[in-house]
T-cell receptor, first 112, second 115 residues
Framework: SQTIHQWPATLVQPVGSPLSLECTVE??????LYWYRQAAGRGLQLLFY??????ISSEVPQNLSASRPQDRQFILSSKKLLLSDSGFYLC???????????FGPGTRLTVL | AQSVTQPDIHITVSEGASLELRCNYS??????LFWYVQSPGQGLQLLLK??????LVQGIKGFEAEFKRSQSSFNLRKPSVHWSDAAEYFC?????????????FGTGTKLQVIP
């Protein structure tokens, strides 16, 4: 069966510091991968999605970036964090044309 | 533009009572429909989904949802709520038009269960 991992689970970072969040999927190949952010009371916001290695689409312009160096690895990065980057970051995967997304456990990011 | 509305931000029910969470969508054609549940500090777990066919869909944890085309609704129900059902519930929609389509999520309904 397929599993999706995210790390770290929680992170506290100062403003202006860099960020790297990692997401990996096991048990599948060629998944579509997604990064969402969930801010308090604001639902889920799609940040990036990827349909293959090196292919990244950005939904919302901001100081975050994403990369997909391997088929089942998706990384969310920032060079300088802002207070507004605080939130709960969720990675999700979708296989082929099933249109169903499966979510990882999330990373709680607090920027101070 | 495609949208999903969950009109209830917060609902409180007694344990053992029935539950209905509302979801309405705005889209020209019948989309694919989903309900997810999120416990505090956790990721989203898929409860059920509707693609086509029988309009009453059974999911995990005793939940079901009914698709009503005439009302553009996909309400989630459970006959008897357990304390462990306390969580936030998200309705989601994907256009049924082939290729890659973005998932649109509702803003969520937070369920509180009282003894």
């Amino acid at each position: 069966s397929q599993t999706i991992h995210q790390w770290p689970a929680t992170l506290v970072q100062p403003v202006g510091s860099p960020l790297s969040l990692e997401c990996t999927v096991e048990g599948t190949s060629n998944p579509n991968l997604y990064w969402y952010r969930q801010a308090a009371g604001r639902g889920l916001q799609l940040l990036f999605y990827s349909v293959g290695i090196g292919q990244i689409s950005s939904e919302v312009p901001q100081n975050l970036s994403a990369s997909r160096p391997q088929d089942r690895q998706f990384i969310l990065s920032s060079k300088k964090l802002l207070l507004s980057d605080s939130g709960f970051y969720l990675c999700a995967w979708r296989y082929g044309t099933t249109d169903t997304q499966y979510f990882g456990p999330g990373t709680r990011l607090t920027v101070l | 533009a495609q949208s999903v509305t969950q009109p209830d931000i917060h609902i409180t029910v007694s344990e053992g009572a029935s539950l209905e969470l509302r979801c309405n969508y705005s889209y020209g054609a019948t989309p694919y429909l989903f309900w997810y549940v999120q416990s505090p500090g956790q990721g989203l777990q898929l409860l059920l989904k509707y693609f086509s066919g029988d309009t009453l869909v059974q999911g995990i944890k005793g939940f079901e949802a009914e698709f009503k085309r005439s009302q553009s609704s996909f309400n989630l129900r459970k006959p008897s709520v357990h304390w462990s059902d306390a969580a936030e519930y998200f309705c989601a929609v994907v256009p049924n038009s082939g290729g890659y389509q973005k998932v649109t999520f509702g803003t969520g309904t937070k369920l509180q269960v009282i003894p």
